[in-house]
């Protein structure tokens, strides 16, 4: 169950939701005309959290499927030598708690704000009922989670066989995929995570990771502004890192 200790803003109807509609973000619900999107919205309930709270821990019985509306979380592990390994970072119309679903699960990692984050919550028995209705939901779930094992199956790569460099280059590009935003220079890239946050994504030291990020500017490959964006200026030269 998501984390109800946490103090949460709870509303019952998601036409309340600032036109910010969560059921138009989401890929499981992209098929969906408006009448079953409504009845999808009739069913959704909402949370918000505070930078750092916990919204799910490892070991707890999850029974809800959460989409996040607004902000960015991230689902990680504690390693046996007390390190954080960061799983996933989800944000804006992504979703977690699929696996318990359709039977009992307990959650495999942590899931914590990264900034205020804004979650719509289905419940796992409303959600049985939804799918049953529209089997195409069911279906862009499995799509989902293929991408999802196909980008784990790419990480174990990475860290297992990918030198210190491409391991940076392949997260800046993941991260210019899915935060970047059009500059006149190029892309400018909110990243998600700290420094220490990336090098616990990508299994290196931060140190390591502030190191080639400045061979890279320095390189004029990309532009480090400030402690959370980074402007890439040619994502050619990147790529090339990864041969």
Not at 175 to 203: C, Q, V
């Amino acid at each position: 169950m998501v984390n109800t200790t946490a103090k949460i803003n709870t509303i019952s109807n998601c036409k309340k939701c600032n036109h910010k509609l969560c059921t138009q973000k989401v890929s499981i619900f992209s098929s969906l005309n408006m009448e079953q999107l409504a009845k999808v919205g009739d069913l959704i309930n909402h949370r918000r959290y505070k930078k750092g709270e916990l919204l799910v821990m490892e070991g707890e019985k999850t029974e809800s499927l959460v989409i996040i509306n607004e902000g960015q979380v991230k689902a990680y592990k504690t390693t046996l030598d007390g390190k954080e390994q960061i799983i996933y970072i989800f944000s804006e119309g992504d979703f977690f708690g699929e696996r318990n679903l359709l039977r009992d699960y307990a959650s495999p990692y942590n899931v914590e704000a990264l900034e205020e984050t804004h979650v719509c919550i289905i419940h796992k028995r409303d959600f049985q009922i939804l799918i049953k209705s529209i089997p195409d939901i069911a279906v862009k779930i499995m799509e989902e989670l293929c991408m999802r094992l196909d980008r784990l199956e790419n990480t174990i790569e990475t860290m297992g066989s990918r030198t210190v460099e491409a391991r940076v280059s392949l997260v800046l590009l993941e991260f210019a995929d899915k935060y970047g935003k059009p500059h006149p220079r190029g892309t400018l890239i909110e990243l998600p995570l700290s420094r220490e946050g990336i090098a616990n994504y990508i299994g290196l030291a931060r140190e390591t990771v502030s190191r080639k990020m400045s061979i890279l500017q320095e390189e004029g490959i990309l532009e480090m502004i400030g402690n959370k964006k980074v402007l890439l200026l040619n994502r050619s030269e990147l790529e090339k890192t990864l041969k």
